[in-house]
């Protein structure tokens, strides 16, 4: 136990009483033996608690959550829905139009193929949802296609399935923001101009209700995706009405906005580019197999119901959709006018009505809220690449909300940088987009067909048929797609891929190397410490940190020295004349510095400490101990201690040497003050 117990008299000679002192108690549980068990008060230093940088990160985020909370945050159905489902649910949205967009040029009768075309896709999707039910029942874990392939295929297999999904992420988040923003200027075309700032805004609030953890962000979520797919069954059911009785005209946009109709004939290359420009609908499938251990128990089942019904609700509103906008002939228009969903709703509940404007503003959020299914999936991907050491470790840390902090962050910057070099267009990014979860389709339905094969439990053998046909299916919609989009932009996405796995591969072989680097055998025993010590520490001048630091140094070693670099040679000797009378027993070493330079002088004085030590001895450790000023206010921090991080960064890594910061505190008790209250510099 830490503590101690102090006896209390009392009033009478009996009156005994012991108080038990827990100092450890504010901050720590005491579990056993050695163990302590850290406090949220532990977690954050007391100067800390006071700063204004903490009381706004409170507001922003919340209070720290520790790791018993995390099943307070798992997701219900009802919850996972609109957090792993937006994505998909929102490409309704914007599938439909880049159909529409492709057939335009064959003519106004081509537009009556966009139903078949949807009812392909829909196919497609009902394929691969199926065998995603399959993966989340599999892998409970989570990982989707990275660890199916991984496991089943290869390691190479799970890193190009990683390097896909890790881009079509980003690129989610970037269409959909541009795509959001879009329906915005549809209705207010004046805010075309700034459509890059709302999309960064948008970014950096769903970033902080990512950062404010899974179980708040869903009840963020879920109002606005549930009203975007209430209010377009509302339309698709009174546009389906009106084109049943023939009722109603649509509100066309000017003329000059609409695309023109060309005469190209509707042959096998169109439809293709047709298919793989709707294909886009399939985008954020996937997510809920990454994310699975989010789900309340039982994780696998819950996601895979999740997974079926987000798959019948994005059918019924693609097909729905494509419905409406073929019964009306509406067409899209020129970048910057209103989008195909807008114009089936002005046709539906008429321009500029109440409901019109509603429904404007449920599409605008559930896109907007669609990037946050890339939210949750990508840094859950990036943190099982992070434990498996393809990806730095920190994107594998839980922030103090219990989300993956750095994944959040690092896609909110990368997707942003997206907007602002493509300005915000949809149409620029959509090339970019679906190849890479094209892939990771194709890599995991055949991993599962290999997964089943293996396993062989009862039903293993329909199973397996799903997942090959899936495999199958998506590997020709891959090669569609890539061939189609390969000019227009996905030639970026398939050099990415593999730029993507070389860096995977080299932090991997980093932290191998490292590892095996400072790795103990079993048996072995650490040896007692038989290496020579020496510390130098750099000074600037004689005052009570300086003193304080050398104090330090004369705790580690009895081979303690001093050195000034200092470019002033009548202030080099007025320290040495100081430090002979007041630190005896330190040498001193004043190096002078023509070129005022302070770091390379003092590496280059290392070197000759190097140097000059026997050949045939031991190279000894240098302590190098770096005096520090603790600043006491944020605006000090510009004052002090710039010559000292440079100094620090310089000699972090040298070969036998440890760099020690001594900090000093001006609230500290002077070092020179001895205990019957004289200065011991005025002995």
């Known amino acids: ?215 708040e962000a869903g009840l963020f979520f879920a109002s606005p995706t549930y009203l975007f797919v209430g209010l377009t069954l509302l339309v698709i059911g009174l546009g389906i009405a009106r084109i049943a009785t023939g009722q109603g005209a649509v509100t066309a946009p000017p003329t000059d906005q609409l695309l023109p109709l060309g005469t190209e004939p509707l042959g096998i290359i169109l439809i293709l580019r047709a298919f793989a420009a709707g294909s886009v609908a399939l985008t954020g499938v996937e997510a809920i197999a990454n994310g699975v251990p989010a789900f309340k128990p039982p994780e696998a089942k819950n996601a895979a119901n999740t997974m079926t019904t987000m798959a019948i609700l994005l059918g019924v509103l693609f097909i729905g959709i494509t419905i409406v906008a073929d019964g009306f002939g509406i067409r899209p228009t020129e970048q910057g006018g209103p989008t195909v969903i807008a114009m089936v709703a002005a046709a539906v509940f008429g321009d500029g009505t109440i409901p019109f404007v509603a429904f404007q503003a449920a599409t605008a959020l559930i896109l907007f809220l669609a990037v946050n299914t890339s939210f949750n999936a990508f840094p859950r991907l990036s943190a099982i690449l992070a434990r498996d050491e393809y990806m730095p470790r920190q994107f594998a840390f839980r922030g103090d909300r219990l989300a993956f902090s750095w994944g959040i962050i690092a896609l909110a910057s990368v997707a942003g940088l997206i907007l602002i070099i493509f300005g915000g267009d949809t149409h620029a990014l959509i090339p970019l987009y679906s190849v890479g979860v094209f892939v990771t389709f194709t890599l995991s339905q055949a991993g599962m067909v290999r997964h089943w094969f293996t396993v062989r439990e009862p039903g293993w053998w329909w199973r397996a048929g799903v997942n090959a046909a899936g495999a199958i299916l998506t590997l020709v919609v891959l090669a569609v797609v890539t061939s189609i989009k390969f000019v227009d932009g996905a030639w970026l996405v398939i050099a990415l891929i593999p730029i993507q796995i070389l860096v995977f591969t080299f932090v991997h072989r980093q932290y191998a190397a490292s590892r095996a680097q400072v790795a103990l055998r079993p048996d072995q025993v650490a040896p007692e410490p038989h290496r020579h010590e020496r510390v130098v520490v750099p000074v600037s001048g004689i005052n009570r940190a300086v003193i304080q630091a050398v104090n330090v140094g004369r705790s580690v070693s009895s081979d303690v020295r001093a050195v000034l670099v200092s470019d002033d040679p009548v202030y080099a000797e007025e320290v040495r004349a100081a430090w002979e009378r007041q630190v005896p027993g330190v040498d001193l070493i004043v190096v002078e510095s023509p070129y005022r330079a302070l770091t390379g002088p003092l590496l280059a004085y290392l070197e000759v400490l190097d140097l000059t030590w026997p050949p045939d001895k031991e190279m000894p450790v240098t302590f190098v101990v770096i005096p520090e000023f603790v600043p006491r206010h944020w605006w000090e921090r510009l004052l002090y201690n710039q010559s000292t991080a440079e100094l620090r960064r310089a000699l972090l890594g040298r070969p036998d040497t440890v760099v020690t910061s001594v900090p000093y505190r001006r609230e500290e008790p002077d070092a020179f003050r001895r205990r019957d209250g004289t200065d011991a510099e005025n002995r």
């Open 1 to 215: 136990m830490i503590g101690g117990r102090r006896p209390l008299q009392g009033r009478k000679v009996a009156d005994r009483r012991v108080r038990v002192e827990r100092p450890h108690s504010p901050y720590f549980r005491y579990t056993g033996p050695g163990m302590l068990t850290a406090k949220a008060a532990a977690s954050l230093a007391p100067a800390a608690s006071r700063r204004p940088s903490e009381t706004i990160r409170r507001l922003l985020f919340g209070r720290r959550l520790s790791n018993e909370e995390e099943a307070f945050e798992r997701l219900p159905k009802k919850l996972a829905l609109p957090i792993f489902s937006s994505d998909a649910i929102s490409s309704s949205a914007y599938a439909t139009e880049e159909i529409l967009r492709v057939f335009v040029v064959a003519g106004a009768g081509a537009l009556l193929v966009s139903i078949q075309m949807s009812l392909a896709i829909v196919a497609l999707l009902a394929v691969v949802s199926v065998s995603y039910r399959q993966v989340c029942r599999a892998y409970p874990s989570g990982g989707g296609a990275y660890v199916v392939a991984r496991e089943n295929i290869s390691h190479l297999a799970g890193l190009v399935a990683a390097a896909a999904l890790l881009i079509d992420y980003v690129m989610t988040v970037a269409v959909s923001t541009a795509s959001a923003v879009s329906q915005v200027y549809s209705v207010v075309p004046e805010l075309y101009d700034i459509r890059v700032e709302i999309a960064l805004g948008a970014i950096a609030l769903i970033t902080i209700a990512n950062l404010r953890g899974l179980r």
